[in-house]
């Protein structure tokens, strides 16, 4: 049985996006591929046509993982979460009180989790010590280099 997950709306649009081209696009492709194959001939010595096979196997295993994620997944409503605390899909500001530089980061699910985007996952070092805080606290993140103080400054949403 699979997990629940928690996505935004853009985040499931986007596994849709892709499942649907798995399916419309990719697996016709490998199906005209296993059928170039099996026109050469002794299927018992093509490497080309196990390789076709092969490629399908891992297809259909994708887009089996992709509906039941989809299936099990659900959509968080932001309009109903706590403004005044940090949660999952928060953007939060806050200033490192060690060298005192302000950073900006949106709390995501893990599967939309995008750096360069400054969208960090929920089960990150920094979004698991920021959960529940509210405007003004000081918290103290364990991170692998050591321990980093924050307070936070703002919070809005997505």
């Given at each position: 049985?699979?997990?629940?997950?928690?996505?935004?709306?853009?985040?499931?649009?986007?596994?849709?996006?892709?499942?649907?081209?798995?399916?419309?696009?990719?697996?016709?492709?490998?199906?005209?591929?296993?059928?170039?194959?099996?026109?050469?001939?002794?299927?018992?010595?093509?490497?080309?046509?196990?390789?076709?096979?092969?490629?399908?196997?891992?297809?259909?295993?994708?887009?089996?993982?992709?509906?039941?994620?989809?299936?099990?997944?659900?959509?968080?409503?932001?309009?109903?979460l706590d403004q005044t605390?940090?949660?999952?899909?928060?953007?939060?500001?806050?200033?490192n009180l060690n060298n005192?530089?302000?950073?900006?980061?949106?709390?995501?699910?893990?599967?939309?989790?995008?750096?360069?985007?400054?969208?960090?996952?929920?089960?990150?070092?920094?979004?698991?010590?920021?959960?529940?805080?509210?405007?003004?606290?000081?918290?103290?993140?364990?991170v692998p280099a050591g321990?980093?103080?924050?307070?936070?400054?703002?919070?809005?949403?997505?």
């Open positions: 049985m699979a997990s629940t997950s928690y996505y935004s709306k853009e985040g499931i649009e986007k596994l849709k996006e892709e499942l649907n081209q798995l399916i419309t696009f990719e697996r016709p492709g490998i199906s005209q591929q296993i059928a170039e194959a099996r026109d050469k001939g002794d299927l018992s010595e093509n490497a080309e046509y196990d390789a076709a096979k092969e490629a399908q196997s891992m297809l259909e295993l994708k887009i089996s993982k992709l509906q039941d994620l989809i299936m099990n997944a659900r959509i968080i409503d932001e309009t109903k605390k940090v949660l999952l899909f928060s953007i939060v500001k806050i200033k005192g530089s302000i950073m900006k980061y949106t709390i995501v699910p893990e599967s939309e989790a995008d750096l360069k985007s400054m969208k960090i996952s929920v089960t990150s070092p920094i979004s698991k010590g920021l959960l529940g805080k509210q405007i003004g606290e000081k918290v103290e993140v364990v321990v980093i103080p924050f307070e936070i400054i703002e919070i809005t949403r997505i």
